[in-house]
């Protein structure tokens, strides 16, 4: 099958200093990964009668992420400290198949989570109809996507070997000089697992800025700038920068080198140029998890109320016995209590109306200039009219 059981495996082709830091740097990331994807799939969990059909997205990218961390990192760190590949060549296949697997996995589920956000937010008339169901039906969706690539070296289309540098184990990026069907693989590879995901990733958050930048145009004259819009705003442009960068990061230099020797000179690239890309492609396990931990306010509130109450139990259970460290856990716990009850970055709960627009008249035929009745935009391709204020709700409750 052209499988790492053909291949012989060789010791490590970088020096043993460079292969003790790779070590040094997958140790920090599998733990920071484990932690991270941890507490993202704790809160998930804490929270998972109220998750939003989008929100299945991000546990499910955690899952995959903690699965390529417990997979890959314990072998990879060993074999680094060892200097060689310590494992049999079958297990160098299981290594590479996983490698595979979950990190195609990871990077599809943030194309149809893009995907997604971009029918809430910019064609909201069919986004609203995004439902539980169809969410779990993506998620399948993206698992065989990644299952038909990862399946496809142990068929015969492709093959899977030592990487470059002799440490570890991925896709044998010598393939195309041998065999034509390893050649279309890292082709099909290329192309529907590089070049597609990464322009739709692009395209989905630039339709999102836009949509938002417009939404922000037609209410300027209406709102104060410190309102619910702007934080919202503000927050969907760091979540889509922080995407699209660390997709680009993660991926970029992995995809650039292995086309390098997949069509170029093998022998002309540099063992050290593969070891550091691959390390920048797992990197993306540690920041996943940071950037909706950091940027999705409701699943930040969430982790510091469940934070809180774990804080009030302890300090409730440590002062029992002390009548005045009592009373100040008693009112520790109501500030938390008064805390977690606002929303989060201080964003008011109520927003449906302008307080700052000016009323004419009292009573029945008093005219509210609120935001919907006299600010409205053409978002989407369908040139839908939707009012600014539906705009900004539909952010708030399903983007972030």
């Not at 994807?37 to 009668?49: D, E, M, P, T, W």
């Not at 540690?286 to 982790?303: A, D, Q, W």
């Amino acid at each position: 099958m052209g499988n790492a059981s053909e291949i012989p495996l060789l010791v490590s082709k970088i020096s043993k200093e460079n292969d003790f830091l790779m070590a040094t740097i997958y140790t920090i990331f599998g733990v920071l990964s484990l932690l991270g994807n941890g507490i993202l799939l704790f809160v998930a969990y804490r929270k998972k009668s109220s998750l939003k059909p989008t929100e299945f997205f991000v546990v499910n990218l955690a899952i995959s992420d903690l699965s390529m961390t417990i997979s890959l990192f314990p072998l990879a760190i060993l074999s680094a400290l060892a200097h060689r590949w310590l494992f049999n060549p079958s297990l160098c296949t299981v290594y590479a198949f996983c490698g595979v697997l979950f990190g195609l996995c990871s990077l599809t589920n943030l194309t149809v989570l893009s995907s997604v956000c971009w029918l809430k937010v910019c064609c909201p008339n069919y986004g609203n109809k995004f439902s539980s169901w169809h969410a779990c039906l993506l998620v399948a969706g993206v698992w065989c996507y990644a299952m038909v690539f990862a399946v496809g070296p142990l068929s015969g289309w492709g093959q899977y070997g030592a990487e470059p540098y002799g440490t570890a184990c991925c896709i044998d990026w010598n393939g195309p000089s041998h065999s034509r069907a390893a050649m279309s693989y890292i082709i099909c590879l290329f192309f529907f697992c590089y070049i597609i995901p990464c322009t739709i990733i692009v395209l989905s958050y630039a339709f999102i800025l836009m949509t938002v930048r417009g939404s922000r145009q037609a209410v300027q004259q209406h709102m104060s700038p410190q309102n619910k819009i702007t934080n919202a705003q503000t927050l969907i442009v760091k979540l889509s920068v922080a995407v699209c960068l660390g997709f680009l990061t993660a991926w970029s230099p992995y995809a650039i080198v292995s086309m390098w020797a997949a069509f170029g000179e093998p022998d002309n690239v540099p063992p050290m140029a593969f070891a550091l890309a691959a390390m920048f492609a797992k990197s993306s396990t540690l920041y996943n998890p940071i950037i909706y931990l950091v940027f999705k306010p409701n699943f930040r509130k969430s982790l510091c109320g469940d934070m809180a109450q774990f804080r009030g139990t302890l300090c409730a259970c440590l002062c029992q016995a002390d009548p005045i460290q009592k009373a100040a856990c008693e009112q520790l716990q109501r500030k938390v209590d008064h805390d977690s009850a606002r929303l989060p970055n201080t964003l008011p709960d109520n927003h449906s109306s302008c307080t700052h627009c000016p009323k004419t008249c009292s009573g029945e035929n008093c005219r509210d200039y609120t935001p919907q009745r006299t600010a409205r935009m053409l978002t989407g391709l369908l040139n839908s009219e939707v009012a600014v204020s539906q705009l900004s709700n539909e952010v708030q409750s399903d983007f972030l």
